[in-house]
């Protein structure tokens, strides 16, 4: 295990705190998951999975094909047909309700793994993805048979046989946003984790198992974007539902055009986050570090633009450095992190070309001092000053723990900035006063905004995007839609 360093200023310092690894025992290899069968991909080929904090191989995972998608999409429709369709939503209810209480009880081996696969603090893991992931099991569960309340004087009926693609950023919690409506709704799913983090989700399919959900219900099938792909591509899907990268989101919008497939797409955001002058600035500064510094930046959602009124600058940007400081970046494991690994190598590298392309740009760099660990992909808490609208940094999704800081002088002027991004995922305003957040929440075309706090998740409220954030929303009465016929 990497050492972390934890010292904090001259005077400070925290002794390791690890959580330990040893409750629970991860297999070498793990194969695809298909009509609640382990199997191996029909190729043979496997991936490796590493963990980002020491570059150590955790396990290797099947990489699975368009073979593989294709008798998963099989036992999802026959599952679909058979079983889960004609079941009563009460019944269905039950699964989700066991699920959630399975991935309660496996709760810290799910934190745990989560934290080594992904790189993501422990404490993180251990008080955000997991808690949110049952949670979101257990609000489905109750929506199973009260269907026809969420939509008042319709029919409703499921949809048939989802595609799923999720993310890197938060493993568990994503296969939860995507499964559980699903489930609740009546539809089968097959969903491809990304290449970087399967392991939960294969923890995940053992959970299924564990909870005796009828066989071809849930399928999985780890690879690359190869594999996500083919699974798009399968014409046996009836909806697709994708949480990534715009780039890639784009290109599933162009493969599914004509084909009568639902889509959602839940894509980049850039979001600004505006501190008023009459914000608490305290309190601001600590919404600041979470909006950008939270799960190494790795959030879609991430408040990666600061806009704060010219006359408190200085005094937010003095008390942000400060405040920084104190944050420990290093060994995921340790209770003591605020900072953990960055994802992947792939990711390491694209976040260390904005640091330069932002200096590039005539922008100026703050990082934090603190030590990082030899081995892994680290990046220190880093801000960018001096930045102009239409800098990179400004505009582009960085993924990682960087922000742009920009200044205004009138709502008029923040709002004109906010909105000033191809994205339109999620915002943040502070101020004490009551009429501004109302002016500023309808002013940015953001699908979540949040006043005088910042990335705070709920199963029951809507999340999504617009413009080039993606359409579609997860969570609430409005996350069920996309898993329902009406009529
Ligand atoms: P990021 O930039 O955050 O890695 P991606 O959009 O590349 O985001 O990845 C999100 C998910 O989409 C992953 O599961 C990845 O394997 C998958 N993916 C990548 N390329 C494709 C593609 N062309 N078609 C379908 N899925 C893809």
């Known amino acids: 295990m990497t050492k972390t360093s934890t010292t904090i200023g001259s005077d400070w310092g925290y002794a390791p705190a690890p959580e330990s690894a040893d409750h629970f ?9 298909i009509g609640g069968k ?7 080929k496997r991936l490796k999975t590493i963990n980002p904090a020491n570059e150590k191989v955790i396990a290797e995972v099947a990489d699975g094909g368009e073979k593989d998608v294709a008798k998963a999409v099989q036992a999802a429709r026959t599952a679909y047909d058979k079983v889960w369709r004609k ?8 699964y989700l309700y066991r699920i959630a209480r399975i991935i309660q009880e496996r709760a810290r081996e799910l934190a745990v793994v989560e934290s080594m696969d992904g790189g993501k603090p422990i404490r993180e893991s251990r008080d955000v993805d997991i808690p949110l992931a049952a949670a979101h099991f257990f609000y489905h569960a109750g929506w199973g048979d009260k269907l026809r309340y969420a939509f008042p004087g319709k029919s409703v009926s499921p949809i048939g046989v989802a595609g799923q693609i999720i993310p890197w950023n938060f493993p568990l919690l994503m296969v939860a946003w995507k499964v559980a409506p699903a489930l609740a709704c009546g539809n089968t799913v097959v969903l491809k984790p990304a290449e970087t983090t399967p392991l939960t989700a294969l923890l995940f399919s053992e959970i299924c198992q564990e909870a005796g959900l009828p066989e071809g219900v849930f399928n999985l099938i780890t690879g690359a974007g190869s594999t996500g792909a083919a699974l798009v591509n399968h014409p046996g899907l009836d909806k697709v539902a994708f949480t990534g990268s715009t780039e890639v989101g784009k290109a599933i919008q162009k493969s599914l055009a004509g084909r009568g497939t639902r889509l959602t797409l839940e894509l980049g955001g850039k979001a600004a986050h505006i501190i008023f002058e009459d914000a608490t600035i305290d309190q601001a500064v600590e919404g600041i570090i979470n909006g950008i510094y939270f799960n ?19 005094e937010v940007v003095t008390k942000l450095k400060a ?15 605020d900072i953990g690994a960055i994802n992947s190598k792939a990711q390491w590298d694209r976040i260390r070309d904005y640091l330069k392309i932002g200096e590039e740009e005539g922008a100026e760099l703050f990082q934090t001092k603190c030590s990082v660990p030899e081995k892994g992909y680290w990046i220190r808490p880093s801000f960018f000053t001096r930045v102009a609208q239409s800098h990179r940094i400004v505009q582009e999704e960085i993924f990682g723990p960087v922000l742009a800081i920009q200044t205004f002088r009138t709502l008029n002027e923040a709002l004109e900035k906010a909105n000033n991004t191809p994205y339109g995922l999620s915002g943040g305003v502070w101020t004490d006063k009551g009429a501004k957040i109302f002016k500023v929440t309808r002013g940015i075309r953001a699908g979540v905004i949040w006043a005088n706090t910042f990335n705070k998740f709920d199963p029951t409220s809507p999340f999504g995007g617009y413009k080039e954030s993606g359409y579609g929303r997860e969570g609430g009465r409005h996350g069920l839609r996309p898993y329902v016929e009406l009529s």
Do not use: W
Request: with cysteine; charged share 30%; net charge neutral.
């Open 25 to 33: 025992k991860l297999k070498d290899q793990y194969g695809l998951f």
């Open 87 to 94: 079941m009563s939503g009460r019944e269905r209810g039950k």
């Open 296 to 314: 190494q930046g790795h959030v879609c959602c991430a408040g990666s633009r600061l806009l704060v009124q010219e006359s408190v600058e200085e």
């Open 323 to 337: 405040r920084m400081e104190s944050l420990i970046v290093g060994d995921p494991l340790d209770k003591n992190t």
């Open 38 to 44: 382990f199997v191996p991909a029909a190729s043979g």
